[in-house]
């Protein structure tokens, strides 16, 4: 851009429109006349008002720099030219163009919707390099922001027709800026190492690739030391302060170098600690003895900070809610003791005036509301706030940080109670997918909306699938019937199980379990904390075998299942699936006392929970039974915003009927589909039914000798030929502790939350299916007996004749009981039986399974994502583990 003063010849006009104005009477320095060439857009007219220059005046040198300034300072021309010739002034101007387009080129870690509100240039506007030079500046602030301070941005101008251009700017976004090295000068008390692991920022590090703290941000910077101060006051260090905090960039300009210079000073101990009060319900006897730091201690602030934040609160308790509590400190250099008076200054006793909820769109108030502890005319009490605040966090459908601020009303003594909630996806679309030895890939989906039409009622409905079960279930409840806090639900359901066993290598069905039924459920409040709930329960239970495979051959036509007479044989299906057989119906009548207060329900950091439940089979039906359990858990927050939970549970199932025909056939009281059961995911580290008591077959092939020949040996077959099948227990046991991990910002941000774990259980006490004799023996079917030629051998009326072939029971090394077949009959012959096996008895002890791990919830983009890997330390034979699990799902 560029202006020229110009005297002598006239030159002709080559504007599209000149301004023509009269002369005046003519003299050597006096403007006769001005003109204006090159306009396009703007009108002579209003080009001449932006200077001040005009006809009659005397043309000098300096007023005509004065108005070339004048014209550029409007940042409308690219070039401006005033000649005189004569006193006739010419002005020559060159606008600047319209803008057609901006455009972003090389943007890739910011997108194009957070970089164009920085941009103040628009299309249709005139370009100016002042504008296009502070949106550069903005660009380039919005990257050192994110962390890249190496980022440049070249603007470029692409002339079009009609004097417009496209503006783009290329943007080199460059490294993300990181914290190579952090250095501390002064601190002698206390290790760099140690200082560094108080700051939020960090050092680049490898390891950080999830964690943004190693980003340079100023913000930050400004924040560590606030947290330095905090540190040293904690420890007792009152003067400490931080000279300088300087950080400088790498000559690359890839990194910071931050250098802080600290004095810490001398290390004080508490002094004289008491407390005045102007309160009439606070005495300085009563609450003196119970301030937290005596002297002597070694001085603490933030101790001093939790103390004032109590003694408002047991002021708040009381109904004061603007009580103000000023510590006073003497300072002794001398003695470098820390005197402190607490003053609690006199205040009025306040009372509810209103209760203001903001921020719901979707949620009804009075969902809310309810949640309250106190009611509009109620007098203050914070502990109620505090717990109201907590209950509407346990719904949740709001945000986790939720608080009811507290505001002056319209009087001294009135208070308004607002709760500014920011709703939440409520809704959740849980997919999982897993691996078992006995289901291979297993999938599950479920549905679940726990603010149903806006009125916390709750809809959600699961689907499982896999190659052996299905499932379907449907539940509503209604937390607050006809606005009353008496909670009533229903669920529907019905379960297809399918199990399997091999045959010569090939999967089949054993049986299946058909169930479907339905529960109904009511809850009432006894007490803040303690609650009572009450369920009836309707189900249908119908198991089969394939009669094919497992019934016997009554008429000895060698086909099983063909006949009328044909039944479940125990010495083929096992005990626990003939005793499994049949149809029955449960109808079950259940209460539970709840015990509640866990400050949050859904991610609870405090508090405790117990739930003791009873459940009672035999009001009609076929199934009779008692059923006890009991579950409790206990959360504290510990070493700052660590997450200790330890929980345990366990039941037991009392049988009300007598099943067994006999004593010592191994048939339980109680039937198989009623027994408790243990694995993933009650007890990580472990399958789906992985732990307890099972039956174990193991299909078998003749044994050979070096010739080839067969002998009376049978060889187990492991590659993968198994049934693993869980029978359950009557009673069970399982805890569990976890210490979930705090991480810094950037994995919060990500939604990161880690957590180890042990856990421990058990299931046991079943009857035997199988009697526990060396030399039993049993009959096992039969096989059709032919001659030597290899012709069948016929009885007296010409029809085929069988031999009956033995099985024997005996007791392996683990005390296991074995179940096996002749491999060959009397002759030598291979036993021609398809379903040769072992089967082998597991698990029956209370003797403790342990497994340890760790796992990580991650708020992922698309859901939430469980991980858990989890290793068993101990187990018992038989057990089957599992090292890895996963559960994805989303919200909506």
Request: charged fraction near 25%; proline fraction near 4%.
């Amino acid at each position: 851009m560029c202006g020229t003063i110009l005297g002598g010849m006239a030159v002709p006009s080559q504007a599209q429109e000149t301004t023509q104005v009269a002369p005046a009477v003519p003299s050597a320095n006096t403007i006769t006349s001005i003109v204006v060439n090159g306009a396009q857009r703007l009108e002579p007219t209003t080009v001449l008002s932006y200077m001040q220059l005009r006809v009659g005046q005397t043309y000098t040198q300096e007023s005509a720099d004065q108005a070339l300034k004048d014209l550029f300072e409007t940042e409308l021309f690219k070039d401006v030219s005033i000649r005189n010739n004569q006193g006739a002034v010419i002005i020559e101007v060159i606008e600047n163009p319209v803008i057609n387009r901006i455009l972003l080129e090389g943007n890739k870690r910011i997108k194009e919707d957070k970089i164009y509100p920085e941009i103040r240039l628009a299309p249709r506007q005139i370009f100016t390099r002042s504008k296009v030079r502070a949106d550069v500046a903005r660009i380039i602030e919005l990257y050192k922001r994110k962390g890249r301070f190496a980022a440049s941005v070249e603007p470029k101008m692409v002339q079009l027709d009609q004097n417009r251009v496209d503006i783009v700017f290329e943007i080199n976004e460059g490294p993300k800026s990181k914290v190579q090295q952090i250095n501390i000068i002064g601190n002698e008390e206390f290790s760099d190492g140690k200082l560094r692991g108080e700051m939020v920022t960090k050092q680049s590090r490898f390891y950080r690739f999830f964690s943004s703290s190693d980003t340079y941000d100023p913000d930050r910077l400004a924040f560590d030391q606030q947290k330095l101060r905090q540190f040293y006051l904690t420890e007792g260090y009152a003067d400490f302060r931080v000279i300088s905090a300087v950080a400088e960039l790498t000559p690359d300009k890839r990194d910071f170098i931050i250098t802080y210079v600290v004095e810490e000073g001398e290390r004080y101990k508490f002094g004289d600690v008491a407390v005045e009060s102007e309160i009439r319900d606070f005495t300085k006897e009563f609450l003196t003895p119970q301030l937290p730091m005596k002297s002597g201690d070694f001085y603490n602030a933030k101790q001093v900070e939790d103390t004032v934040e109590r003694l408002s609160e047991t002021a708040g308790l009381f109904g004061y809610a603007f009580a103000d509590v000023r510590p006073q400190f003497t300072r002794n250099k001398d003695t470098l003791t820390m005197d402190i008076l607490f003053q609690v200054a006199e205040s009025d006793r306040v009372y509810v005036e209103r209760i203001d909820i903001n921020g719901n769109t979707l949620t009804q108030d009075k969902v809310v509301r309810r949640e309250f502890r106190l009611n509009e005319g109620d007098a203050f009490n914070s502990f109620q706030v505090k717990r109201s605040a907590n209950r509407i966090k346990s719904l949740g459908f709001f945000q986790e940080e939720l608080e009811i601020e507290q505001k002056q009303g319209s009087a001294p003594d009135r208070i308004i109670l607002e709760a500014n909630v920011e709703e939440r996806a409520t809704g959740e679309l849980q997919l999982s997918a897993g691996f078992s030895s006995v289901e291979n890939f297993i999938l599950q989906a479920s549905v679940r909306q726990r603010n149903f039409r806006g009125k916390g009622q709750e809809l959600r409905a699961s689907v499982s699938y896999s190659r052996f079960s299905q499932s379907i279930e449907l539940g509503f409840t209604e937390p607050y019937l006809f606005d009353r806090n008496i909670a009533v639900g229903a669920d529907v359901f019905r379960r297809d199980l399918n199990s399997f066993n091999f045959v010569n290598s090939n999967r089949e069905t054993t049986f299946e379990q058909l169930t479907t039924g339905f529960q109904v459920r009511a809850g009432v409040p006894v007490t803040e904390y303690l609650s009572a709930s009450f369920r009836y329960g309707l189900s249908q239970d119908d198991v089969t075998l394939e009669p094919s495979l497992f019934f016997s051959d009554s008429n000895g036509d060698g086909i099983r299942g063909n006949s009328a007479d044909d039944t479940c044989d125990p010495l083929v299906a096992g005990r626990y699936l003939c005793d499994a057989i049949g149809s029955r119906t449960t109808s079950s009548l259940g209460a539970s006392l709840i015990y509640d207060d866990r400050d949050n329900r859904i991610r609870p950091t405090r508090g405790q929970s117990i739930v003791g439940s009873l459940d009672f089979a035999g009001l009609g039906g076929s199934v009779k039974y008692l059923r006890g359990r009991l579950n409790a858990s206990k959360h504290w927050r510990v070493l700052g915003d660590f997450v200790f939970s330890v929980s345990g549970e366990g039941g037991y199932i009392h049988p009300l009927e007598d099943r067994s025909s006999t004593p010592g056939d191994g048939i339980d009281d109680v039937r198989l589909t009623d027994r408790f059961f243990l694995g993933e995911p009650q007890i990580r580290g472990f399958d789906i039914r992985g732990v307890g008591p099972r039956i174990v077959r193991s299909a078998t092939i003749p044994g050979l000798d070096t010739d080839g020949n067969p002998i009376n040996e049978i060889v187990e077959v492991t590659n993968g030929n198994q049934t693993d099948d869980a029978i359950g227990g009557r009673a069970y046991y399982l805890g569990r502790a976890e210490l979930e991990i705090p991480l810094g910002s950037g994995a919060r941000e990500l939604g990161l939350r880690p957590s180890i774990f042990v856990d421990v259980g058990a299931v046991f006490n079943v009857v035997q299916p199988l009697l526990l004799t060396d030399t039993q023996t049993q009959s096992f079917g039969t096989r059709q007996i032919f001659d030597g030629n290899g012709d069948p051998v016929l009885d007296g009326d010409g029809n085929a004749t069988f031999e009956t072939l033995p099985q024997f029971l005996t007791v392996d090394t683990d005390g296991a009981a074995v179940k096996t077949f002749d491999a060959v009959d009397a002759n030598g012959n291979p036993n021609p039986i398809a379903t040769n096996f072992t089967e082998r008895f597991f698990g029956d002890s209370p003797s403790p399974r342990v497994s340890v791990g760790f796992g990580v919830n991650w708020n992922s983009p698309f859901g939430p994502f469980r991980i858990d890997i989890a290793k068993a330390l101990l187990k018992e034979p038989g057990d089957d583990t599992k090292l890895f699990t996963f559960n994805v799902g989303t919200q909506f």
